[in-house]
């Protein structure tokens, strides 16, 4: 069974301080990692895909990393409009997959000034 | 393009009443989801389509039912609610080819039953 954890459950930060946000998973034959964002009443906001160990994405302050076992989410002197809820999804290869997700909880992430 | 779009945005049900949650799509995706997300728990998948007239159950599917007459709408049922299924329940879809891409998700449905 596939399997995502994330934490911290939640992280508090002042503005400008940068960290990290944790991602571990268990998947047989990961096909593809997701990052969404999702602010309060509003559905999640597609993020990132990373595809294989060692690929690094980046969106703004925004920067997504992945090994074989964990993807980190790196927030860089992050705003307070970076706050939400940021989770992570796994996607397993194989022919029956159809696309389904399996999500973490998320880490709610908030941003003061 | 609205992207995918979910109705009523609220509800109130009292125990053993039925509702359809409305779920519309016009990109022209093959694949729709159906997820609940409760605190603290992730979202759990319900229900999935691959096309029309092919439905399939998710991790979480008692208690709900799905169609799939055409590719642009995905409703789910829920017959005689129970307290359990209060929860936000999203619609997604996506275009899966060769290359996984993101999902696409509504805004979502907080259902309260009492």
């Known amino acids: 069974e596939d399997q995502v954890t994330q934490s911290p459950e939640a992280l508090r930060l002042q503005e400008g301080e940068s960290s990290s946000l944790n991602c571990s998973y268990t998947v047989s034959g990961l096909r593809g990692l997701f990052w969404y964002r999702q602010d309060p009443g509003k559905g999640p906001e597609f993020l990132f895909t990373?595809?294989?160990a060692g690929e690094e994405k980046e969106k703004e302050r925004l920067k997504a990393t992945l090994t074989k076992k964990e993807s980190f989410l790196h927030i860089t002197a992050p705003k307070p409009e970076d706050s939400a809820t940021y989770l992570c999804?796994?996607?397993?290869?194989?022919?029956?997959?159809?696309?389904?997700?399996?999500f973490g909880q998320g880490t709610i992430l908030t941003v003061h000034p | 393009n609205a992207g995918v779009t979910q109705t009523p945005k609220f509800r109130i049900l009292k125990i053993g009443q039925s509702m359809t949650l409305q779920c519309t799509q016009d990109?022209?995706?093959?694949?729709m989801y159906w997820y609940r997300q409760d605190p603290g728990m992730g979202l759990k998948l319900i229900y999935y389509?691959?096309?029309?007239?092919?439905?399939d159950k998710g991790e979480v599917p008692n208690g709900y039912n799905v169609s799939r007459s055409t590719t642009e709408d995905f409703p789910l049922r829920l017959e005689l609610a129970a307290p359990s299924q209060t929860s936000v329940y999203f619609c997604a879809s996506s275009y899966w080819d060769r290359d996984p891409l993101g999902y696409t998700f509504g805004s979502g449905t907080r259902l309260t039953v009492v």
């Open positions: 990373l595809y294989s």
């Open positions: 990109m022209n995706h093959n694949y």
């Open positions: 389509s691959v096309g029309a007239g092919i439905t």
């Open positions: 999804a796994v996607l397993r290869g194989g022919g029956t997959s159809y696309g389904k997700l399996t």
